[in-house]
């Protein structure tokens, strides 16, 4: 029973760490802060409204880095230091979101819609989730499509789009995890009933 235990947990702490070779789209997906500097890319959308991607810290604080009709293939990035600043430690969930302006400019604060987070939505004003995450092109890169309209719009999450890199990690699909963990789990204890008969 013990080997077997050992073998589930073992599955489950590797598998948390591990990028899988082809992660299927994450709906409400999260990147996690690993500790460095973080590059965010622009890689493009089909947005119309204006939406400029931040990094929102514990304190309300936020770090704007990228518009959704800049350069495409322009980066910025978050130094550790910065990263600190915002409350964030090795391990923390980041909280990454768009702010939406539909008046067309980030100076106009009359044109400001909604800020839409990454994640579960529970921080969203529709309380929906706006983000898919997906691998990217490098070994250590993560795609993440947002969708900026109001209960999820068309939900093709391609209106603004970014690959995260250096510093952060997704996580692979946790039912996955879960299921073969509690599997392993089931095996062990079936053996243990099997050995008292």
């Known amino acids: ?83 600190a600043a915002l409350g964030y430690e090795a391990g923390d969930a980041l909280m990454f979101g768009i702010g939406v302006f539909t008046g067309g400019s980030h100076d106009d604060p009359d044109g400001f819609t909604a800020i839409y987070l990454m994640g579960d939505g529970t921080d969203n004003p529709d309380l929906i989730m706006h983000a898919i995450l997906d691998d990217g092109d490098a070994p250590d890169e993560y795609r993440v499509g947002f969708e900026d309209l109001y209960n999820g719009g068309d939900r093709d999450f391609n209106d603004t789009v970014f690959a995260f890199s250096d510093g952060v990690r997704g996580v692979p699909e946790p039912g996955t995890l879960l299921l073969l963990g509690m599997g392993l789990l089931g095996m062990s204890a079936r053996r243990r009933m099997t050995a008292k008969a």
Do not use: Q
């Open 1 to 83: 029973m013990i080997r077997y235990l050992s073998m589930a947990i073992a599955i489950l702490l590797v598998g948390s760490f591990a990028k899988p070779a082809h992660a299927d789209l994450i709906l409400g997906g999260e990147l996690f802060y690993t500790g460095g500097d973080v590059t965010v890319t622009l890689e493009g959308g089909e947005a119309a409204y204006h939406n400029f991607l931040s990094l929102y810290g514990d304190l309300g604080d936020a770090e704007d880095l990228l518009e959704n009709h800049g350069d495409l293939g322009y980066s910025a990035t978050i130094t550790a230091a910065e990263m």
